[in-house]
């Protein structure tokens, strides 16, 4: 998804690669403080983006989409 960006707001790693999950592990065992930053920061994509009125909306568009 667009709106997160690995080391910034989420540590993400290539899907079926142990080694990429296990340096992101690393990275997130060697610097907790950044990491830390890193959890907030995702926090609020997740409360901005997946919030109960965000997603009541979208669920609500779809199904006037889809019986219209």
Do not use: Q
Not at 34 to 58: D, L, P, Y
């Amino acid at each position: 998804p667009d709106y997160l960006t690995d080391g910034i707001n989420s540590y993400i790693s290539i899907p079926g690669d142990i080694l990429s999950l296990e340096n992101k592990m690393l990275e997130i065992i060697e610097n907790y403080p950044k990491a830390s930053k890193v959890g907030m920061e995702g926090r609020k994509i997740a409360e901005e983006h997946f919030n109960n009125i965000v997603v009541t909306r979208n669920i609500i568009t779809f199904a006037e989409n889809s019986f219209n």
